[in-house]
């Protein structure tokens, strides 16, 4: 009966093994004290907790850049030197779940508290700061910062990155504390020509008449190192229908306990709502690679509440509460499990706007 009160926040998060360093979904509980987490079976967490950290002496990590194909990691290293790898879905998610832990963790220390805060909205830059410097390590090839294809409107653009991956590098390499200096610093990089926007959502951005919002902390604004400028434009003939799909805006995303259709078992899915196309896709997030395990167009679908006492229809294993079920235009039903009625209420509303 540790979480019997003080619960400062509960939710889905990825945890790395210690012995075998694979990637598992957990329900994580954050006490005053210590982190708590359990195993989730059949859509349910397991009592009693299968682990615990304690947040004495902890130090936190985020972002921490330490995988390459996770960027949505903290690391929490306890005052016994255990290092802990927590992945969350979206990067608001992440800062937001850090901001909750080194509160608890300085719970005790006001003076702390209040000096992270005046971190937080700190907009101090290094008088003696160098571009080129930060443009050379951004280049490495073995610390500097990811460049992917991205996809925005149908247009492909090679060796780009987000605006949130340029934060999220330039906070991990100490050339900033804060997101507010990492936007302002990259904002400096971009009028001096070292970056630009590619894609509409950056490019409008640039056109404000203001500094500090013409560069965007957002994970669908594109950038790329002025000096490669390239881009290709597919036509519609030739573009991969998985490409179109996931070309949409993204609307909503989070973790959610989804039943398989075959085995009819329960498992946690990374849900993904994009418009323009509308669909909703599901990524398995103990595995690295970003693509999705299935998904399907919400043109013409229904969805609704299921009831929550005793087990509906169609609902296979003593799973209860907090239930809803979509229904696409080819008759296929999805039975999927929110952490809460509120979670439940806004994930319905969002899907029914695109439907």
Same mark, same amino acid.
């Given at each position: 009966?540790?979480?019997?009160?003080?619960?400062?926040?509960?939710?889905? %998060?990825?945890?790395?093994?210690?012995?075998?360093?694979? +990637?598992?979904?957990? +329900?994580?509980?954050?006490?005053?004290?210590?982190?708590?987490?359990?195993?989730?079976?059949?859509?349910?967490?397991?009592? =009693? =907790?299968?682990?615990?950290? %304690?947040?004495?002496?902890?130090?936190?990590?985020?972002?921490?850049?330490?995988?390459?194909?996770?960027?949505?990691?903290?690391?929490?290293?306890?005052?016994?030197? !255990?290092?802990?790898?927590?992945?969350?879905?979206?990067?608001?998610?992440?800062?937001? +779940?850090?901001?909750?832990?080194?509160?608890? @963790?300085?719970?005790?220390?006001?003076?702390?508290?209040? #000096?992270?805060?005046?971190?937080?909205?700190?907009?101090?830059? =290094?008088?003696? @700061?160098?571009?080129?410097?930060?443009?050379?390590?951004? #280049?490495?090839?073995?610390?500097?910062?990811?460049? !992917?294809?991205?996809?925005?409107?149908?247009?492909?653009?090679?060796?780009?990155?987000?605006?949130?991956?340029?934060?999220?590098?330039?906070?991990?390499?100490?050339?900033?504390?804060?997101?507010?200096?990492?936007?302002?610093?990259?904002?400096? %990089?971009?009028?001096?020509?070292?970056?630009?926007?590619?894609?509409?959502?950056?490019?409008?951005?640039?056109?404000?008449?203001?500094?500090?919002?013409?560069?965007?902390?957002?994970?669908?604004?594109?950038?790329?190192?002025?000096?490669?400028?390239?881009?290709?434009?597919?036509?519609?003939?030739?573009?991969?229908?998985?490409?179109?799909? %996931?070309?949409? !805006? @993204?609307?909503?995303?989070?973790?959610?306990?989804?039943?398989?259709?075959?085995?009819k078992n329960w498992k946690v899915r990374r849900f993904v709502l994009r418009s323009e196309p509308a669909f909703l896709h599901y990524y398995d997030p103990t595995k690295e690679e970003n693509r999705p395990v299935g998904g399907f167009s919400l043109r013409s679908c229904l969805v609704s509440a299921l009831e929550d006492n005793g087990v509906p229809t169609g609902v296979k294993g003593n799973v209860q509460g907090n239930l809803f079920k979509i229904i696409t235009k080819n008759d296929i039903h999805?039975?999927?499990?929110?952490?809460?009625?509120?979670?439940? !209420?806004? +994930?319905?509303?969002?899907?029914?706007?695109?439907?």
């Open positions: 009966m540790e979480e019997a009160s003080g619960v400062l926040r509960k939710g889905f %998060l990825v945890k790395r093994g210690h012995i075998v360093h694979n +990637w598992k979904v957990r +329900w994580f509980v954050l006490l005053q004290d210590k982190l708590l987490y359990y195993k989730i079976e059949g859509g349910r967490k397991e009592p =009693p =907790p299968k682990g615990r950290i %304690l947040l004495d002496g902890c130090t936190i990590t985020c972002p921490c850049l330490e995988y390459e194909n996770r960027p949505l990691v903290i690391k929490l290293k306890t005052k016994t030197n !255990t290092e802990y790898f927590l992945e969350s879905c979206s990067r608001e998610e992440r800062d937001s +779940w850090a901001l909750d832990i080194t509160g608890a @963790i300085h719970a005790g220390h006001p003076v702390q508290v209040q #000096h992270l805060h005046r971190m937080k909205n700190s907009f101090k830059l =290094p008088s003696n @700061i160098s571009l080129n410097h930060i443009v050379d390590k951004m #280049h490495d090839n073995s610390c500097g910062i990811k460049m !992917t294809p991205n996809v925005e409107q149908g247009n492909t653009y090679k060796e780009t990155f987000t605006g949130s991956a340029v934060v999220d590098w330039l906070i991990s390499n100490n050339f900033s504390a804060s997101r507010l200096e990492a936007v302002t610093l990259a904002s400096m %990089l971009m009028e001096e020509n070292f970056i630009r926007p590619i894609g509409a959502r950056s490019t409008e951005a640039m056109r404000s008449g203001n500094l500090a919002e013409q560069f965007l902390d957002d994970s669908t604004a594109l950038y790329l190192f002025a000096e490669s400028y390239k881009k290709k434009t597919n036509s519609k003939e030739d573009m991969h229908l998985s490409i179109l799909e %996931l070309s949409g !805006t @993204i609307v909503k995303q989070g973790y959610l306990v989804k039943q398989g259709h075959k085995r999805y039975y999927i499990k929110a952490s809460s009625k509120a979670e439940r !209420t806004q +994930w319905i509303e969002a899907i029914k706007r695109l439907t």
